[in-house]
């Protein structure tokens, strides 16, 4: 069966990726891996995190992927062994230095997109140090991954959703000669996102506060079926800066669409893509090199069709009935709204059924009212709560 692999950060993101469907997900702690900028795991919550997935017959991977630097081995080396006692099912790495470490500890390792694998001798020497799988450059074509993977004696995943990189991917020092924060260690500010006014030696101007390098995000919903032909074994989605709304909503798409494969159904998974962030889609580098019609020149960086606003937060549950009351200190709810429920271990999307105020049933409540509902799974006291809403 081919993995299906979510991002994640927190146990939010964490709960909504299983519950909606993923084979595998991968995530960082506080150091050494490419999405500083996200919220992340301690070390601490290692334990937890692989006996939640392997509680669900999910699998973990660890990501540390970021450059090593010498008087960082020792600390790395020991985050190591914390993720083998945690029984880590793998990490993810870049840095060659992680290679001997992994094997001291008997841990698998897959080697990063980092890495820009592009053809089969590459994975095949990885293969050779030990790599149990190495995940592809995102520069790779569709023609091209078919012949890599007839060609090479290793397990290769790919990417098939999320967002791109204008350059190849974490080799861009434009953050780093900005604002002192390198891409290669994880910390990138994202200065392509922004507006640029480009004019070349003769003072002619070439961009005028355009955003010439925003990368449209990925996008292989419309040719999955051609990726999984090629016997890939992972298909990973990108995203971990993403909140739990975008991480159910991509893993549910892609997770129909590997088990139901049915192109009739592709203006359907879109529309559901497209309700979550993005930047406007693009095939990456999968059908053709892309050009300006990868370039998202106008948009502020967000085209979703839907929104999670606040609506409110839980001021008790009680577990026999499935009920939670809940403060709507920011907006009224009515039945049939779709909302989360969110905390620090706590993931719940559903539509709302069923609603009390002061003990009456009510098919609508207003802003301050102290509300009753079922909910679908746990939630705890202060979780919050939010209401998804079309723009």
């Avoid at 592809?136 to 012949?147: C, F, G, N, T």
Wanted: charged share 25%.
């Amino acid at each position: 069966m081919i993995e299906l692999l979510a991002p994640c950060h927190d146990f939010a993101t964490l709960k909504s990726a299983v519950i909606n469907g993923a084979n595998a997900v991968y995530f960082g702690v506080k150091s050494f891996n490419m999405r500083l900028g996200a919220k992340n795991f301690s070390v601490n919550d290692l334990k937890k995190i692989v006996n939640y997935c392997h509680n669900n017959s999910v699998k973990s991977y660890l990501t540390i992927n970021s450059i090593i630097y010498e008087t960082e081995l020792l600390k790395v080396d020991k985050l190591v062994e914390k993720a083998k006692l945690a029984k880590v099912d793998a990490i993810i790495i870049h840095d060659l230095s992680l290679i001997p470490i992994a094997k001291k500890y008997k841990i698998p390792f897959h080697i990063s997109t980092q890495a820009s694998i592009s053809n089969s001798v590459s994975a095949n020497v990885y293969k050779s140090l030990g790599a149990s799988r190495v995940i592809l450059a995102r520069e790779v074509s569709l023609k091209d991954l078919k012949k890599i993977v007839e060609n090479s004696n290793i397990p290769i995943e790919v990417f098939v959703h999320g967002a791109m990189c204008v350059s190849i991917s974490g080799r861009c020092f434009f953050s780093q000669e900005l604002y002192g924060k390198s891409a290669n260690r994880g910390e990138c500010m994202q200065p392509c996102r922004q507006k640029w006014i480009v004019k070349n030696d003769s003072g002619e101007l070439i961009y005028d506060g355009e955003r010439f390098l925003n990368a449209k995000d990925l996008c292989t919903i419309e040719f999955l079926d051609k990726i999984i032909k090629t016997g890939v074994v992972s298909l990973k989605i990108e995203g971990r800066r993403k909140d739990s709304f975008y991480i159910s909503t991509i893993v549910k798409v892609y997770r129909e669409a590997i088990d139901n494969w049915n192109k009739k159904r592709i203006p359907e998974w879109l529309d559901m893509l497209n309700s979550v962030f993005n930047r406007g889609f693009s095939s990456g580098f999968y059908l053709r090199t892309p050009g300006k019609e990868s370039i998202n020149f106008k948009d502020d960086g967000n085209t979703s069709t839907f929104k999670k606003t606040n609506l409110g937060i839980v001021k008790d549950y009680y577990s026999k009935i499935g009920v939670a009351k809940i403060l709507l200190n920011h907006k009224g709810v009515k039945l049939g709204d779709e909302i989360i429920v969110e905390g620090k271990t706590s993931f719940v999307r559903q539509k709302v059924e069923s609603l009390e105020v002061d003990n009456k049933k009510v098919k609508k409540a207003e802003k301050n009212n102290l509300v009753a509902l079922k909910v679908n799974d746990v939630v705890r006291k202060n979780d919050n709560v939010y209401l998804i809403k079309k723009v």
